[in-house]
């Protein structure tokens, strides 16, 4: 028994954007009795028995008594398996950027001769591994010449201009050198979580230990320390902000030197914390049905866009402490193999999509307001 998606309308599984769902078990024919003939089923002829054909004229035909038999089919989309590199780029001075289809497993990205002894690489990828940043600090010629190869591609040579003359709209003068650009907390932000600084390229050297912080009472030199110790493009702001306080931030011109030689500008920035009575707190109780298996709890916005996740076993209570007011959804996926992700399932291996069960209807968390609630999980 299958069911599918035919993207291209030709009766076969064979694209990789069609969903499929099939029985992981053969489906039976089956019936049950036959309904008793209510006409008699002989007469008499002289010495001759003759049978009564039963569906004669005049007569009731038999039926058959059949007893449904219900198939759950869990549809999903098999995971794409082919790896491409999409994108390949300069995108800004001294910086290439490597977009790939899936992470980028056993990655190669190799200098080639000459260029291997003129040049000093830093290598920078995003939490999934399908995005890689190349960093040349310090470059000395405009063009670079790279070998980039990843598990499921071929290896390949590329050429990238790092450096091009940039003209103004005139088209006849050079723009002025840039700065160092910084990614600064704006707006009303969450009391409760860290204060970062992103920086546009990695940090090569840092004049001050501390920035300064101005709050409605005080002025206060606060710590940083970079999370990347190695791209330092990223740094927490050692400091526990209160709740319904505004800010300053300052950052003086010139405390970071990136590995380009540029500099900072000075930063005044302003902002805010909203107060603690503008969330709602939500607490839940999950009974999941197998204390064995690990079950992937996902808070999610109305969108669908997943928010927290939580890896769970057995009963457990999960406390999510301080949501703005609005519609979250719950889904709750048993993580069959542990990995700490949903896996789709894959026809060819035989294997079924791992189990999800979504909340039965929308949690809406209210502005000053505590709530609870309690999921018993049954798959």
Same mark, same amino acid.
């Given at each position: 028994l299958f069911a599918l998606k035919d993207a291209n309308a030709n009766y076969i599984f064979d694209q990789p954007n069609e969903e499929i769902a099939f029985s992981d078990t053969l489906v039976h024919a089956?019936?049950?009795?036959?309904?008793?003939?209510?006409?008699?089923?002989?007469?008499?002829?002289?010495s001759l028995l003759v049978f009564a054909d039963s569906i004669a004229s005049g007569s009731q035909s038999k039926t058959i008594k059949t007893t449904p038999i219900n198939y759950a089919l869990f549809s999903f989309m098999e995971a794409d398996s082919i790896q491409a590199l999409l994108k390949r780029e300069v995108i800004g001075i001294g910086q290439v950027l490597l977009n790939f289809k899936l992470p980028a497993d056993s990655l190669v990205t190799d200098l080639v001769k000459p260029f291997d002894t003129l040049f000093r690489m830093l290598r920078e990828s995003n939490a999934v591994g399908d995005s890689i940043r190349l960093w040349f600090p310090g470059f000395t010629h405009d063009t670079v010449q790279l070998k980039i190869g990843a598990r499921g591609i071929r290896s390949d040579t590329l050429t990238f201009v790092l450096k091009k003359d940039a003209k103004n709209q005139r088209g006849n003068q050079k723009e002025k050198v840039p700065s160092l650009g910084i990614k600064t907390?704006?707006?009303?932000?969450?009391?409760?979580?860290?204060?970062? $600084?992103?920086? %546009?390229?990695?940090?090569?050297?840092?004049?001050v230990d501390s920035l300064l912080l101005m709050g409605a #009472?005080?002025?206060?030199?606060?710590?940083f320390v970079f999370v990347d110790t190695v791209v330092k493009r990223r740094a927490v702001i050692n400091y526990k902000l209160g709740f319904g306080e505004s800010y300053q931030l300052m950052v003086p011109r010139g405390a970071?030197?990136?590995?380009?030689?540029?500099?900072?500008?000075?930063?005044?920035?302003?902002?805010?914390?909203?107060?603690?009575?503008?969330?709602g707190k939500f607490i839940l109780k999950v009974n999941c049905p197998d204390d064995q298996?690990?079950?992937?709890?996902?808070?999610?916005?109305?969108?669908?866009?997943? $928010?927290?996740? %939580?890896?769970?076993?057995?009963?457990?209570?999960?406390?999510?402490?301080?949501?703005?007011?609005? #519609?979250?959804?719950l889904k709750a996926i048993r993580d069959r193999n542990g990995n700490g992700r949903w896996d789709p399932g894959n026809y060819r291996k035989h294997l079924q999509p791992e189990r999800v069960k979504y909340y039965d209807a929308p949690i809406e968390v209210k502005a000053n307001w505590d709530l609870r609630e309690e999921w018993k999980i049954e798959l």
């Open positions: 089956y019936y049950k009795g036959l309904k008793t003939d209510t006409l008699s089923s002989t007469f008499s002829t002289g907390p704006q707006g009303p932000v969450h009391a409760f979580n860290k204060l970062y $600084l992103i920086f %546009d390229h990695p940090i090569q050297a840092i004049s #009472k005080d002025t206060l030199k606060v710590p970071f030197t990136d590995v380009f030689g540029l500099k900072n500008d000075s930063l005044r920035v302003r902002f805010s914390t909203r107060p603690a009575d503008a969330y298996t690990p079950f992937l709890i996902w808070l999610m916005d109305d969108k669908e866009k997943v $928010l927290r996740q %939580d890896i769970i076993m057995g009963e457990t209570q999960i406390d999510y402490g301080l949501l703005l007011p609005g #519609k979250y959804l």
